[in-house]
Nanobody
C-alpha cells in the first residue's frame, strides 16, 4: 500500500508565491519519477513538472522560469516552488509518484490534490 499526500495549496494574490509539498509513504522500495500535474474543472489534467530520482527535471512551457521542482529522496518528498503566479495557474494540483514496491511491482500513485487559487 502506497499513499501520496499533497500540501501547501491556498489562496494567493497575482504575482505571489506558493510552495507545494508531496510525500509518498508505505511499501516503497524506490521511487522513479515524481511529478506535479494540475486540472481545472472541465479540462484535462496537464503536466506541470516532473523530476527523476537523479534530479533531471522537465517543465510545461507555461511554467518555465516561474516554477521550480525539487525533491528529497531520503524523505520521498517532492516540492514545487511557484512564483509570479497568475490567475491562469488556478487549479487543483496533483502529485504523482512512480513507485517500485517491496515485491518489485511498479505503479504510479496519485494524491488527492491541493487547491491553488490565484486571485486578488
Amino acid at each position: 500500500q502506497v499513499q501520496v499526500v499533497e500540501s501547501g495549496g491556498g489562496l494567493v494574490q497575482p504575482g505571489g508565491s506558493l510552495r507545494l509539498s508531496c510525500t509518498a509513504s508505505g511499501s516503497i522500495l524506490g521511487i522513479y519519477a515524481m511529478g506535479w500535474y494540475r486540472q481545472v474543472t472541465g479540462k484535462q489534467r496537464e503536466l506541470v513538472a516532473t523530476i527523476t530520482s537523479g534530479g533531471s527535471s522537465n517543465y510545461a512551457d507555461s511554467v518555465k522560469g516561474r516554477f521550480t521542482i525539487s525533491r528529497d529522496n531520503a524523505k520521498n518528498t517532492v516540492y514545487l516552488q511557484m512564483s509570479s503566479l497568475s490567475p491562469e495557474d488556478t487549479a487543483l494540483y496533483y502529485c504523482n509518484a512512480d513507485v517500485q514496491d517491496y515485491i518489485f511491482r511498479r505503479n504510479g500513485y496519485w494524491g488527492r490534490g491541493t487547491q491553488v487559487t490565484v486571485s486578488s
